[in-house]
Structures are given as C-alpha cells and as structure tokens.
C-alpha cells in the first residue's frame, strides 16, 4: 500500500468529527435539540466529504501527485457512511422509530425526498468501489460513478431546503461544487498542467 500514513491520516480525520458529535450529545453540548443537531452535521459533513472526493482529480492534475487519487475512493466509502449515518439519525431522533410518520414528512418536507433520491444514487457508487467491480463493468463503471454529479446536485437542493434562514453557507458549498464541475470541463482541466507548471516557474 502506497503511502500508507496518508492513507491512515485521512481514515482518522474523517472518522474524528462523529465520535466528537456524539461526544458533545454524551455531555449536552449541542444544544436544546441534540438529536436534530447530529442530523444535520452528519448531512452536512456527507456533503463536504463529497465535495472533497469531486476534489481529489482536479488537485492530483494541478499538482502531479499521487496521493490525491489514492485516497479518493476512501473519501468517496466516508461520504457513503456519513449519509447512512445521517438517515439513522434521523429515524431515530426525528422519527422516533415511528415509520409511519414519515409518509405525513413526506408530505411536509418534500426536501426528504430530494435527499432520498440522491442517497438511491449514491448506493450503486459506494457497492461498487472496488477493483473487482471496476474490472467487472470495464467501461462502464466510469459511466456509472458519473451519477456523482447528480448526487451533488441532490445533495444540494436538499440542505438549500434544510438550511434556508442560512442561505451563506449553503452559497459556500454551491460555489465549490460549481467550481469543481467547472474544472472538469475538458477545455479547462487540460489547461491544469499548464497553471502548474507557470505557478512553479515563479
């Protein structure tokens, strides 16, 4: 394994801030609602992890190395997890268990459904990150994991419903998702080398 402290660095600091979240829930420190405040973080770091996976490509051509691509199909396993913990948080803190009431959220909170569709998505991409469904699909398997834009886009559209009195934040994750998506427009993901090298020519 390639830079294996890298790897477990990453593994570490991802894995940090839920054990801190329960931490702070263990000692009331999040607050009156403790439970809606670990639903919302887990949604929230799912989504900053899944912007750092869309990030690995454009940092690996901008800087040569390596190590970017090697921990992008962990980051991208983090964002699946952080997601699944974020629909457990939910059935358990806001459902109460109760099944049945979430045919009366749907009906109120639409946004559940956005989020529902874009972890449908995300599914297919976390059961086949591995090299023996990369090799089983072949061309394919690019073609597949393609869905993660559009479970940017859900993902999106879901916390701007969440998060509407804090319009700010939800703009900081749209811009970097935008930005990400425009660096791969092949026009200018070519001209990434090209930046690197004027910028270590200075």
């Keep these: 394994m390639r830079n294996p402290i890298w790897r477990i660095t990453v593994f570490i600091l991802a894995l940090l801030p839920p054990l801190y979240w329960l931490y702070q829930a263990?000692?009331?420190?999040?607050?009156?609602?403790?439970?809606?405040?670990?639903?919302?973080?887990?949604?929230?770091?799912?989504?900053?992890?899944?912007?750092?996976?869309?990030?690995?490509?454009?940092?690996?051509?901008?800087?040569?190395?390596?190590?970017?691509?090697?921990?992008?199909?962990?980051?991208?396993?983090?964002?699946?997890?952080?997601?699944?913990?974020?629909?457990?948080?939910?059935?358990?803190?806001?459902?109460?268990?109760?099944?049945?009431?979430?045919?009366?959220?749907?009906?109120?909170?639409?946004?559940?459904i956005v989020g529902a569709l874009g972890f449908l998505c995300l599914l297919p991409l976390a059961l086949t990150s591995n090299k023996y469904s990369m090799r089983r699909l072949g061309a394919n398997w690019k073609k597949l994991h393609r869905l993660i834009y559009v479970i940017l886009g859900f993902g999106l559209l879901h916390m701007l419903w969440v998060v509407r009195s804090d319009f700010e934040r939800w703009a900081l994750y749209a811009s970097l998702g935008l930005l990400l998506l425009i660096v791969r427009v092949p026009p200018i993901a070519k001209q990434l080398p090209v930046l690197r090298t004027r910028l270590a020519s200075r």
Excluded: N, S
């Design 26 to 112: 263990w000692i009331f420190a999040l607050g009156p609602d403790p439970g809606k405040a670990l639903v919302d973080r887990l949604g929230q770091g799912g989504l900053i992890l899944l912007l750092l996976t869309l990030a690995m490509t454009p940092l690996q051509k901008l800087t040569r190395w390596g190590g970017w691509i090697q921990v992008r199909r962990q980051l991208g396993l983090w964002c699946f997890a952080y997601i699944c913990l974020h629909l457990c948080a939910y059935g358990v803190f806001i459902l109460g268990l109760d099944w049945a009431q979430l045919g009366v959220e749907l009906r109120k909170r639409p946004y559940i």
